[in-house]
């Protein structure tokens, strides 16, 4: 096959700009073959590379005593004592969604359950953050629709629960949709595998399914905004088969028990490229590759296609010699495929050959490590204007206007798709604050959340950034559950516009310090840039993922209050109604500055709260739409009346950070004030649980008129009627 010229036009189709091309120029000594012009490509675009966030990402805290694995790996790896661990790791798969949102969707969730079980842990959990455009837009109802259809149709027959995350809808995501993947599993804590290739002459093994040119070029197409030829990167979204997953999850456990693997890395972005360059540089060690073995599902693939593929469910490999004959005979049990492609090698070289011709011949860490790297200009997020002056309206009126936006409504049309019992140990399903997971066969949990309210970060970047890690802490503490470590996926536009380099500074910033302050580090993630179409760029969105883990399960506290429980709010509240659900869903206004978060008051707070949860009947977290809307949520899932004492409208709907809305017995409310006083805590009664109507100051609508609104509105919005098969 004649290969192409490498032309100015070729080379920015590639993503590569002309003094990248130059420096790809001064460290071969020549001109690259088109394979290496798509290899450097696929190293060396944002995806892969990090060039423009490395410098940032650096400053964020990754370690602590619990840390076993920060960043760097598949997968962050945190104990959780008697020798076990859990490992996970956020995602995005945000541009293959908005091309092809049912295969875009799948594949990301395929792609976060390998870099899981590439750690040697069995998958426990599954989370997605989306994120959409106006319910209005004509994309929506497709994209929502597909994407929803997508996760569950991949997690539920791979067998996974999905136990938690968010839906969001703003204009901003029009025309680039965000589908952010989480996924954790467990593992010996002393059976951890990593990626780091070692020994000279070692066998590299492709492991799973086979090779086609799905997702050719996937990685790059992912570092580019959209524009008006969107249609045509349809081609560059893989195709996913959670059966063939579910066998190599399998076969992977059984091959790392039979003491055959060196090392192992996942086939993800930029598939055959990334995995081997990575185990590669990780072990100080250079790869051969025969691309005649590698098993292909087409004819006539070229040694560009085949290094490029970002086809599923594969994995490549370093085994020990003496392990062949039995690591083979595991994956044919399973029928999949087991090839030998290659070797180490102690030279810093990568070697692509194919067809006994040299298709590749590169410095392996010049591909990785020695990728560029951007100290790009930013601009600080301006200071934000005053809070909005917001008209009048009645508190009842204003809780139907949040409880009717898809934004606030019952998400149960979403989390009815996807199967959230597999595995028998879902504890708490989604639908009010942290899902919860059963460590099978003992008394532990694991409580997962994920979390960010994008126009706080828009508005104020840093506080933005404090308060996503803040409130995922907080919704972790409102289960019972001891914060342990997060992972991260920075949602942002072009970083070469120095406002959006800015929001993305402002946003680590932010997150740095609130991580730090609540002993909460970050331990995996995923950046995402040029979330961008025709210029305009998506609100900035860095979803926190957070896990904690409940020590006992008579420690855990249920989201949900009794008939005659006393509601009391743990924290101040001054009514900050700046970029405010109320504001934005009932008024369409989006002003002010985002509300301050006192990290010092967050953790004062929160550990009050842990140490009181014998006195609690329910909590949860106060975050978008403030007290009015977190205690409808409690009272309308336990299916009882809420009296709330308050008027004001700050007061019912303001955004104050640090704050919660506990649920307590008559009996035990005299001894958490005594508790509260003690501690220097703020606590005030706010109103109580109980009858069949919802009454704000007075206001009063029947619990089951704002009950049918609150969970018919989602459906309604999207006009999506639930599919048969949920």
């Known amino acids: 096959m004649q290969e192409p010229t490498i032309t100015p036009e070729l080379i920015a189709a590639h993503g590569l700009k002309p003094d990248e091309y130059d420096r790809i120029l001064q460290i071969i000594g020549r001109e690259p073959s088109f394979t290496e012009l798509g290899i450097f490509s696929a190293m060396w675009n944002e995806h892969c590379s990090y060039k423009s966030s490395k410098k940032w990402l650096r400053t964020l805290p990754t370690e602590g005593p619990q840390v076993i694995c920060g960043p760097g790996e598949n997968a962050g790896v945190v104990d959780i004592g008697d020798g076990q661990a859990v ?58 629709k597909g994407v929803v259809e997508g996760i569950g149709a991949y997690g539920n027959a791979f067998g996974v629960p999905n136990v938690g995350g968010e839906v969001r809808f703003h204009a901003s995501y029009n025309g680039n949709c965000l589908v952010n993947a989480f996924a954790a599993g467990l593992a ?12 000279v002459g070692m066998p ?89 073995h590698v098993p292909q599902r087409e004819t006539n693939m070229s040694a560009y296609e085949m290094m490029l593929s970002e086809s599923q469910e594969r994995m490549l490999m370093v085994l020990k010699p003496e392990k062949e004959a039995e690591a083979r005979a595991i994956f044919e049990k399973w029928d999949l495929d087991f090839a030998i492609i290659g070797e180490t090698i102690p030279e810093d070289r990568f070697l692509i050959i194919h067809g006994n011709e040299i298709k590749a011949d590169l410095p392996l860490s010049k591909l990785s490590s020695s990728a560029p790297e951007y100290d790009r200009p930013w601009v600080e997020t301006p200071a934000a204007g005053p809070a909005p002056a917001l008209p009048q309206i009645a508190p009842i009126a204003a809780l139907r206007a949040l409880i009717a936006s898809p934004n606030h409504a019952h998400k149960a049309w979403v989390w009815e798709q ?27 949990a694991l409580a997962f959340t994920s979390d960010v309210t994008p126009r706080y970060v828009r508005a104020n970047p840093y506080e933005g950034g404090k308060q996503a890690v803040a409130e995922a802490w907080r919704n972790l503490i409102a289960v019972g559950a001891r914060p342990l470590a997060t992972t991260d996926n920075l949602n942002f536009g072009n970083p070469e516009k120095p406002e959006i380099m800015g929001q993305f500074v402002g946003a680590i910033k ?143 709907f303001g955004e104050d950070q640090a704050r919660y809305l506990v649920a307590c017995r008559p009996d035990r409310v005299e001894a958490l004030r005594r508790a509260a006083d003690e501690a220097g805590v703020p606590l005030e009664k706010v109103g109580h649980f109980g009858g069949d109507s919802v009454t704000l100051g007075g206001d009063s609508a029947p619990l089951a008129e704002l009950s049918m609104l609150y969970r018919t509105a989602f459906a309604a919005a999207i006009k999506g009627d639930m599919p048969d098969h949920a």
Do not use: W
């Open 418 to 444: 996807y199967d959230t019992q597999v595995g028998a140990d879902t504890i708490r399903r989604p639908g009010l604050g942290a899902g919860v997971v059963r460590v099978h066969g003992t008394r532990k």
């Open 87 to 144: 490992v996970f790791k956020m995602e995005s798969h945000n541009h293959p969604s908005y091309i092809e949102p049912h295969q875009g969707a799948a594949t990301g969730v395929g792609g976060i359950l390998r870099d899981v079980f590439t750690m040697g842990a069995r998958p426990i959990a599954a989370m997605d953050a989306l994120s959409f455009g106006l319910p209005d837009h004509p994309k929506t109802a497709h994209l929502v």
């Open 188 to 199: 010996d804590a002393d059976k951890i595998f990593y990626s780091a290739a070692s020994g």
């Open 204 to 292: 590299v093994v492709y492991l799973g399914a086979k090779t086609g040119r799905d997702g050719v070029g996937g990685a790059t197409m992912a570092s580019a905004e959209f524009d008006d030829t969107i249609e045509d990167k349809r081609p560059t979204v893989q195709v996913g088969d959670p059966f063939t997953e579910k066998k190599l999850l399998e076969a992977c456990l059984e091959l790392m028990a039979s003491g055959s693997v060196i090392s192992i890395q996942d086939m993800g972005a930029a598939g055959l490229t990334c995995s081997a360059v990575e185990m590669g540089d990780k072990g100080g060690l250079g790869i051969k590759l025969i691309l005649d």
């Open 510 to 652: 932010g997150i740095g310090e609130a991580c730090r302050a609540l002993d909460f580090p970050i331990v995996s993630g995923n950046v995402s840039l040029y979330n961008e179409t025709d210029g305009k760029a998506i609100m900035p969105t860095p979803t926190i993922g957070g896990v904690g883990l409940i020590g006992d399960l008579d420690d855990m506290i249920s989201g949900l209050p009794q008939a005659g429980d006393v509601a009391l709010v743990i924290g101040a509240t001054q009514g900050h109604l700046g970029q405010s659900a109320l504001a934005y869903e009932a008024f369409g206004i989006e002003a002010g500055d985002a509300p301050p978060v006192d990290l010092t008051a967050e953790r004062k707070h929160g550990e009050f709260l842990h140490a009181q949860r014998d006195h609690l009947t329910a909590a949860n977290d106060l975050s978008d739409g403030g007290l009015a809307l977190a205690a409808f949520e409690m009272a309308e899932a336990a299916g009882l009346g809420l009296t709330l004492d308050a008027s004001d409208m700050g007061q019912l």
